[in-house]
């Protein structure tokens, strides 16, 4: 008998919105294979999906993702220097095609945050398009208290959200820090009361998801790619994404409301 997967994250559908919860509690959802694999690919599938128009990522049990599994890593350690080496770049190397996706993804995607976000959790919000915290979560990079550097692309994110001093100081030293501070380094785009995050991450999903999803995917795609882009690249990029939007029925509901003056019904298309 085939051994049944286990659910390393868990998904709910509610209107155009995708919420998928980190489901490994016992362990403040620190990473494994399982749920790297898992989350990609419930991720990949919505790629195309013109239903789901905001993917939220949460943690369960009052967490967001405490970073790595050290037990899991604890149980590497007999291994050689040389072989443990490969097993952990073989690690490290499964999270890349989840970072790639959600920069990818050409609709919004929310990390609403309570609890601990350290280590990779750190990393996976940063890789995040919005983040929306409650007031008691907290925050490490974590990574040097464990003898190793960062992994998952915060070093990429890191310094652009809170520059290159900022990135040293917190990467290195790993010190604790709450959400408002997040907030103040760029980290955190609002700090809500605990009790009020689950409401307030659902008004957010839901007011993207009723927005002009192409044009939030072109925008998107246009301020990711400006980071490595020169300026006349990303001239060149805005006119063709602008006419490509202008071609689409949201552009003609958008101007349409604002001549009629009302709310305008965006329908993703």
């Given at each position: 008998?085939?051994?049944?997967?286990?659910?390393?994250?868990?998904?709910?559908?509610?209107?155009?919105?995708?919420?998928?919860?980190?489901?490994?509690?016992e362990v403040l959802n620190a990473?494994?294979?399982?749920?790297?694999?898992?989350?990609?690919?419930?991720?990949?599938?919505?790629?195309?999906?013109?239903?789901?128009?905001?993917?939220?990522?949460?943690?369960?049990?009052?967490?967001?993702?405490?970073?790595?599994?050290?037990?899991?890593?604890?149980?590497?350690?007999?291994?050689?220097?040389?072989?443990?080496?490969?097993?952990?770049?073989?690690?490290?190397?499964?999270?890349?095609?989840?970072?790639?996706?959600?920069?990818?993804?050409?609709?919004?995607?929310?990390?609403?945050?309570?609890?601990?976000?350290?280590?990779?959790?750190?990393?996976?919000?940063?890789?995040?398009?919005?983040?929306?915290?409650?007031?008691?979560?907290?925050?490490?990079?974590?990574?040097?208290?464990?003898?190793?550097?960062?992994?998952?692309?915060?070093?990429?994110?890191?310094?652009?959200?809170?520059?290159?001093?900022?990135?040293?100081?917190?990467?290195?030293?790993?010190?604790?820090?709450?959400?408002?501070?997040?907030?103040?380094?760029?980290?955190?785009?609002?700090?809500?009361?605990?009790?009020?995050?689950?409401?307030?991450?659902?008004?957010?999903?839901?007011?993207?998801?009723?927005?002009?999803?192409?044009?939030?995917?072109?925008?998107?795609?246009?301020?990711?790619?400006?980071?490595?882009?020169?300026?006349?690249?990303?001239?060149?990029?805005?006119?063709?994404?602008?006419?490509?939007?202008?071609?689409?029925?949201?552009?003609?509901?958008?101007?349409?409301?604002?001549?009629?003056?009302?709310?305008?019904?965006?329908?993703?298309?």
């Open positions: 008998m085939a051994k049944k997967k286990a659910k390393e994250i868990l998904t709910e559908r509610s209107k155009n919105v995708l919420t998928i919860t980190l489901n490994r509690p990473v494994n294979g399982p749920l790297t694999e898992q989350l990609f690919e419930e991720l990949a599938a919505v790629e195309n999906d013109a239903r789901i128009r905001c993917v939220v990522i949460r943690g369960s049990n009052g967490h967001f993702m405490a970073g790595g599994d050290l037990k899991l890593f604890h149980g590497e350690l007999d291994r050689e220097s040389d072989e443990r080496r490969r097993f952990f770049e073989k690690f490290v190397y499964q999270v890349h095609p989840l970072i790639q996706v959600i920069k990818r993804l050409p609709k919004p995607v929310v990390a609403s945050v309570e609890g601990a976000a350290g280590g990779f959790g750190v990393s996976l919000m940063l890789a995040c398009d919005l983040v929306i915290a409650a007031d008691t979560s907290f925050y490490t990079m974590a990574y040097c208290s464990i003898g190793t550097s960062p992994d998952g692309s915060s070093t990429y994110f890191l310094p652009r959200s809170v520059g290159l001093k900022k990135a040293m100081e917190l990467a290195l030293l790993c010190d604790r820090f709450d959400a408002e501070t997040a907030k103040g380094y760029g980290m955190v785009n609002w700090v809500v009361p605990e009790n009020d995050l689950a409401a307030e991450t659902a008004k957010l999903a839901n007011r993207l998801a009723s927005g002009p999803t192409k044009a939030y995917g072109n925008t998107k795609r246009l301020l990711n790619n400006s980071l490595h882009s020169t300026l006349d690249d990303q001239l060149q990029a805005e006119a063709e994404s602008f006419s490509q939007c202008a071609g689409s029925g949201d552009f003609v509901e958008g101007i349409n409301a604002f001549v009629e003056k009302r709310k305008a019904r965006f329908k993703g298309k």
